[in-house]
C-alpha cells in the first residue's frame, strides 16, 4: 500500500473534534443511579438542619415562655419584698394598767386606769396569720409604712413620706374585671377562676388605724375591705402560696438558742404586736426578719387546674388549707405542695428571700 493511502486510511480513523467532545461529554454525566444517591444524601442534610431548627426553635420558645409566665410573679415578689423591708411602728414607751396602756385607756374614757408597770407600745400596727380576710389562700401581712400613697393627688400630691396602710394576701376567685354587659351576651365567655396575690392600699388621707372609736383592733384594715370597691389592687395571678414567717436576726437567733431559749418568734406563723403575750418579747415589735415565701404557677398549668368557684387542692392531701400552720414543718410543706404541683404536671417556681425590716429596734426584753 503506498503511502498516501496510508495517510487516507489514518486521517478517516482518528476521531473528529466533535466526536472527541461527545465522548468526553458522555464520560463525565452522572447516570441517574448517582443522581437518586446524592438526592438522598441532600434531604437527609436538609432533614437533620431542619429538625436542629426546629428543636433550637421550640427550646427558645418554652425558655421564653416560662420566662414570661414567671416574670409577674417576680416582679410582684421584688414589690411586695420592698414593701414589707419599709414597714414601721414607731414604738415608744408608756404607762400600762395590766394589758391596756395609758392611751388606749384614755382613747376608751377611761376613768379607772392605774399604771402597774411601763413598756412598749405603738399606735400602729403589724400583724400575719392565717385567717385575716375573706376567701385568704395561705398567709396574709399588714402593717404602715412611709409609702406616700394617695387618690387625692390635688391635696396630697408630693407627699412621698405619707404614713399609708398596706397589706398582701392571696385569694381564690372569679375575675371581675370582666365589662358586665358581656354577662347578658348569648354566647357569655365562661367565669375565669384564678389565684391572685392582692395588693391593700389605703390612702394616706384615709388612714383609720387611729381612730379611737375602733373597737375592732384590725378594723384599719377589714373595714375598707368591706367597702364597695376595697382599696385593693391584683398584683400578679397564679400565686398558689404566699408564707410569711417572722423571724430572728441570725445573730439574736443564735444568741437565744446558745441561752436555751425558742429562736422562733411565731411558731404558728401568727404575730400580732398588739397582741400581749406573758412573756412580753414580741409586744409592740417589728420582728427584725421576715421570711417571704410565694410559689407560681404558670397561665398553662392555671386554665387546667381552675375550673370553677371551689378553690382547688392541687393534689395537696387534705387541701391548700391543711399546710403552713406549723413553722417547723415549713420545708416538710413546701415540699408537699412542690411535689403535688408536679404530680399535677404544673409548671412552678418558688420565690423565697428574708426580708429585713429597717424600722425594727429589736429588744429581748419587754
Not at 493511502?5 to 486521517?11: I, K, L
Not at 387625692?152 to 354587659?181: E, I, Q, W
Not at 378594723?219 to 402560696?241: C, H, M, Q, R, Y
Request: hydrophobic share 40%; glycine share 6%; proline share 5%.
Amino acid at each position: 500500500m503506498k503511502f498516501g493511502a496510508r495517510m487516507e486510511m489514518a486521517a478517516d480513523s482518528a476521531p473528529s473534534p466533535r466526536r472527541r467532545f461527545l465522548s468526553l461529554r458522555h464520560r463525565q454525566a452522572f447516570s441517574i443511579v448517582e443522581l437518586l444517591v446524592a438526592t438522598v444524601i441532600l434531604a437527609l442534610i436538609l432533614g437533620i438542619i431542619f429538625s436542629i431548627t426546629q428543636m433550637i426553635s421550640q427550646s427558645w420558645g418554652k425558655s421564653t415562655a416560662k420566662i414570661e409566665a414567671f416574670q409577674g410573679a417576680r416582679t410582684a415578689f421584688d414589690t411586695l419584698s420592698r414593701k414589707i423591708s419599709q414597714a414601721t411602728l414607731n414604738t415608744y414607751y408608756d404607762y400600762f394598767d395590766g394589758a391596756t396602756s395609758r392611751a388606749a385607756a384614755l382613747a376608751a374614757g377611761s376613768t379607772t386606769f392605774t399604771p402597774t408597770r411601763y413598756g412598749r407600745y405603738s399606735d400602729l400596727h403589724f400583724l400575719s396569720g392565717k385567717s385575716l380576710v375573706p376567701n385568704q389562700v395561705g398567709h396574709a401581712l399588714f402593717f404602715q409604712a412611709l409609702l406616700g400613697y394617695t387618690d387625692d393627688t390635688v391635696n396630697y400630691g408630693g407627699m412621698d413620706t405619707l404614713l399609708t396602710g398596706c397589706g398582701f394576701y392571696v385569694a381564690y376567685d372569679k375575675d371581675n374585671s370582666v365589662p358586665g354587659f358581656l354577662g347578658t351576651l348569648p354566647n357569655k365567655p365562661a367565669d375565669r377562676y384564678r389565684f391572685r396575690l392582692m395588693q391593700y392600699l389605703q390612702p394616706s388621707q384615709n388612714l383609720k388605724v387611729y381612730d379611737p372609736a375602733a373597737t375592732d383592733e384590725k378594723a384599719w384594715f377589714k373595714t375598707p375591705l368591706a367597702t364597695d370597691p376595697p382599696p385593693i389592687s391584683i398584683l400578679t395571678e397564679n400565686i398558689v402560696a404566699f408564707v410569711v414567717l417572722p423571724k430572728l436576726s441570725r445573730a439574736d437567733s443564735e444568741d437565744a438558742i446558745s441561752k436555751g431559749k425558742v429562736s422562733e418568734l411565731a411558731d404558728d406563723f401568727e404575730y400580732d404586736t398588739r397582741k400581749v403575750t406573758a412573756a412580753g418579747v414580741t409586744d409592740y415589735q417589728l420582728p427584725p426578719v421576715v421570711e417571704v415565701v410565694m410559689v407560681a404557677i404558670d397561665e398553662v398549668s392555671a386554665q387546667r387546674l381552675c375550673q370553677d368557684n371551689t378553690t382547688p387542692d392541687l393534689g395537696v392531701a387534705g387541701g391548700l388549707s391543711n399546710l403552713f400552720k406549723d413553722a417547723s414543718l415549713l420545708e416538710t410543706d413546701l415540699k408537699k405542695l412542690t411535689d403535688a404541683l408536679v404530680q399535677k404536671r404544673a409548671a412552678y417556681r418558688v420565690f423565697r428571700s428574708e426580708v429585713a425590716l429597717r424600722g425594727a429596734k429589736w429588744s429581748s426584753s419587754p
